[in-house]
């Protein structure tokens, strides 16, 4: 095969082509003098003006560069939701806690502070390849590397997830999951797993269709109580809905005066659901507080002020109020949780009789707390 023959122009044979392309790349586009002297055949002006011409101002390059450009568009043009994966990480001090979130990445590296199987290395420190080594021990050796490959392949797949997801960026990450209603987020988090299949984009769309399908369903479920209701206009709907939270108002607040009726006698009882009543008026979410009187008719003791007790600020409104009700105090009860946690995983689940053997408390505050964590999702029965 020869290449003595033009293909853009001619006096530029294919040959020329080639070596002009080449020596753009080594010495840099705008250097024509060392363009023209590793090309020795074209002067700085041929080099120039034929670059120019064929390669930077041809129309026929610049319309296919165009029409390939709108066929990209087009075609990513109905993706499920803006996503991102070559954005710019967030870049945290060394020890912080975005940093320890983050896996100890390091953006200006593309790295991480210790990688996926980061003792790999470990098993060739002492390998060497010598020429009086046996058939066999050079096959072993040969087998040893071929595994390390496999294990750099498998930490280059993990980080190629990382970055085409951008779960690097666990905060931005966690502000899409935020988007959806909180049934759609616990299938989110359930089918992160599966994420590593399919690409972003695809992903995306699957959890989308699922948060529509959410969607859906609620509507058709509020048409059918409406249906049921006997209502055939969205005008009835919403009169329909407005007297329905009235209803709901009202019954919060029988039940509310059925409780301070119940402890009619009690005069703090009575102070505590006035002052509930009136959070509730001015439209502010009252405090909870529970008051119990025994069978002999003696009053408990008032709910525990968490305020300034250390370990607070690890519970959340649920366990604060079982807190306060127990009157434990949150150090105590986080070790009480962990502790029955620990057992419930070792044993595949937790019996009443067991969690009071491991907690020596009072068997009503142990009750309580085991009821709250089965109730919760956190333990779960033998």
Known sequence: MTSDFPVLEPGWTAQEEMALLEAVMDCGFGNWQDVAYQMRTKTKEECESHYMKNFINNPLFSSTLLSLRKTKDSRFADGAIPFKSSDDPPRPTFESVLSRDMAGYMPARADFMEEFDNYAEWDLKDIDFVDDDSDILHTLKLAVVDIYHSRLKERQRRKKIIRDHGLINLRKFQMLERCYPKEVQELYDVMRRFARVVGPTEHDKFIESHALEFELRREIRRLQEYRKAGIKSFCSAKVYERVKRIREDERRKRTMLNDVLQYIQDGRACQQWLSKQ???????????????????????APPLNLTGLPGTEKLNE????????VRLVPGAYLEYKQALLNECRRQGGLRLAQARALIKIDVNKTRKIYDFLIKEGYITKA
Not at 282 to 299: K, L
Not at 318 to 325: I, P, S, W
């Open 278 to 300: 009136a959070a509730i008026d001015a439209g502010v979410t009252p405090a909870v507080t529970t008051i119990t009187v025994s069978a002999t008719g003696r009053r408990s």
């Open 318 to 325: 649920r366990e604060k109020e079982l807190c306060q009700v």
